[in-house]
């Protein structure tokens, strides 16, 4: 022990620590120079002119500081250094002309690799990182996208909106939403790409106070793909500037204007390094990249780490501050996207891009196929609520569910994430969409069912006094059992129940798309079983009445006890007008009563001559109706035949049946999800039995019974209605097909192997469609059909083929490929396991298929039509009714909903023919109300000042652009 009078013993100098210290300042300053003498250079062989005394000033330059290198001394090589760069100020001079603008980011993934709770946790302790950083570095800049993320701020740490919003208006925080995330940009619809910018910008306005014009930029970093339409889409919600990483190639010009088919453009940002790199001295050989490639001396460098790296690091910001002091050296400085753009909008001569901006990862086209299932009912359900809810508030007055509607849209955008819609993620990211999936069912499916019944209630269902249900008194135990709870069986759907007691009853057909549509409904009738005579449901016979008095048998295509209650399915045909609704009357069918022949009825036909063998090529299974012939090969079920009557063109091949499931074994490449490899085995699949379910008069169906392997068969439907050429192909079975390293990735594709030459193939994109001419077999997307083109028979005709939730093409010659289910393996191991099920229609032409008929297609194929039973009562609303009715054939109204901020009607418009147009589109007087005004917008609801839009009566006429879009605000008079 020491006394108090000795000192205490000093403890001993840290010499290594202190010898680090002193080799890191000297390999920071040698490390300087290094880079200030690279890119002086550099620059010197891009700046001849400049640059002309510039190779001896650096000769001279590096022989001082190796003269002070090999003192070996510190202070004197930091002295030579500095020595060294005031000799090449003139160089400085030139260097600080450059500048390299640096947008702190941070990329998160919502729910990639990991589920929500993770996404939550990540965002929240991103923000906070970066709210501290600014405190400490006061000229810190920070750019960040995606509604998203703001409103997980929102619910799970508020206290963060509020610090956001005061650096937002300090402009320190930039914000680069513009839709709710940064999502795919090839599977998503048009109008669900419309709903981002609009329930994203009115999100900014309200959370921050910000305007469109605030937010410019579509920020797209890692999206895989973008269909040609997207500047077109994005211009008319106020985007100028879209900045992008994939597009397809590496080739493209680094900056250009993008162009969509209508001739709006934004300008493009192609990333020459990536959104995730780091600000060091290597960031000055891009900054030069980029002047060679565009003329700029101003890069944009995207920086911070992603997900959960917490976006920019004390490092960068650190490394930005030092390096602009370094005299010859660029200026280093923090700055938002949007201003960069406005200075790369003065750049002259930019090139012009008019064409889709693909293909990137050709298996997330297929991928986790229940979130692209679960994708399209969402779009599809979703448009159709709006349009329920629209008619029923401005029919009969019913209060719009827009705090339903809006949540719901919301959860369908954000299922888009570029890494969720393309099927990249993990177990927790699909088992978190298929949450989201019913929750979005269950609002949209409310909202239609009580839109849709608020409707038929209004409606007169008596259609006149000429539909009477029949009354009698019954003893109690031979009552009805109807009008008890939960009959319906709704899955998103329209609920049918029917709440009636018995008897004859109505059904109100609506329909959800707005041009007029023939074709065939189907209806459930409850316990039609009662009174004294008991008959059960499956010993009945039902008819259907019109409003013109003809009535038709109904054709019975199920029935059954569900929980307690009994019901039976019936198909009727049914004529109802655009956006509108017909009444019928369904009935049980009176003794000897003979109902009309249904016009172009449809038959079945399967011959027996020489006995039945699955494998056995004799005897014929056809489907028929006025329109088409169909034969079916017996060995492998598939159409051996598909005959057009009217031409007598047919569109089969005998030896390559069409509509046919093949298995393909692929050969792992590494990233599963993403990429498609080779194929290492493909096969057709053998058949089980093909028989007959329906025989008509109204559908008839074969069924194929396909075995895939020993675990897994499916059941493929193929289905002609009457008075219609599209056969419908439905595919339902279980798959129990996995894929590993060892053995592969298996893939289960359906075949339409055409009989046609020189064929070409058009596909529908958002809000669009596009031809394309690719290598054999290449892998495209598409959203609701594909049309496959050429000369059958010696005339020019062709086949376009429907589907419901796929979106992975490929033509081979004629014969067009839709992909159905692949078993990735990695980052989910079994993302595929389950039941599939799937439709797909083919609808033969001759001649040319216009865009708009194709289009038509589609959205009927996707939006049927859709019955609701009621009562008979009287009521002040038509009992059929057109809404909604465009003149002109190359325009197609895609979408109608009520106003964001008032009682006006939004109507959504497409010309699909590349033909500028003055659509006149004809509002029912005295069902939607009187217009009093209607005027163009942008699809944010606000007026254009180039308006192109008048009315006259009951008629708006909206001037269209070749392939544009226009939205229409219509204000309407209404007395109930």
Sequence with gaps: MTSASQPAPQPLPDLAGALDR????????????????????????RLPREAAGWPALIERAERLVGEGLATGDAGRIRSAIESAERQLAEIGTVAKTFTISCSGHAHIDMNWLWGWPETVATTVDTFETVLKLMDEFPTFTFSQSQAS???????????????IAARVKEGRWEITAAHWVEGDRNCASGESLCRHLLYTRRYMKEMFGLSPEDITVDWSPDTFGHAHTIPSIDARG????YYSCRTGTTDRPAVFWWKGPDGERV???????WYNSEPRPASTAKLLEFFDKTGSRDWLQVYGVGDHGGGPTRRDLRC??????????????FGTVKAFFARLEKLPNLPTLDQELNYEFTGCYTSQSGIKKANRVGENLMSEADIAATLAHAVVGRAYPNNVLVPAWRDVLFSHFHDILPGSGVRDTREYNAGMIQRIKAAAGQVRTQSLRALAKGIDTTVGGRFVASTQTLQPEHESTAMGGGAGRANGEISVAGHIADGPRAAVVFNPTAWKRDEIARVTVWDMDTGPTFKSMKDRSFVVRAADGTTVAAQRVGDGHYWGHNF??????ATVGGMGWATYQVAEAPVGEKPAEPKGKVSAHKQQDGGWGVNNPVGAVTLENDLVKVGFDRATGGICSLVLKATGQEFADAKKPLGVLEYVLERPAGMTAWVLGDTQEQRGLEIEGLDILQGGPHVAIVRAKVKVSNETRFNVDYELQAGSPQVTVSVDGTWLERGWQEKGIPRLQIRFAFALAEAKARYEIPYGSIARNEPAGREVPALRWASVAGIAAGKSGGCSVLNDCKYGHSLDGSTLRVNIVRSSFDPDPLPELGQQQCRFAIVPFTGEAPAADLARQGAGFNHPLQTVTCDHHAGKVAHAVAAIACAQPNVIVTQLKRAEDDDALILRLVETAGSATTAQVTLTRGVLGSITSAIACDVLERPLADNGVSTAGDRVSVTIPAHGIATVKVALSRAR
């Design 149 to 163: 993320v703001y409103q997980i701020a929102r619910d799970y740490q508020p206290d963060l909106v509020e610090r």
């Design 22 to 45: 002193l080799q890191a300042e000297i390999r920071h300053w040698i490390d300087r120079f290094r880079a200030e003498i690279d890119f002086a250079k550099a620059l010197a062989t």
């Design 320 to 333: 930005v501050v030092d390096m602009n002091t370094w005299p010859i050296f660029p200026n280093f400085r």
């Design 267 to 273: 300008l493009v940002n192609r990333e020459i390094l």
């Design 238 to 241: 106020g985007v100028k500037h």
């Design 568 to 573: 039976v399915d019936l198909l009727f045909p």
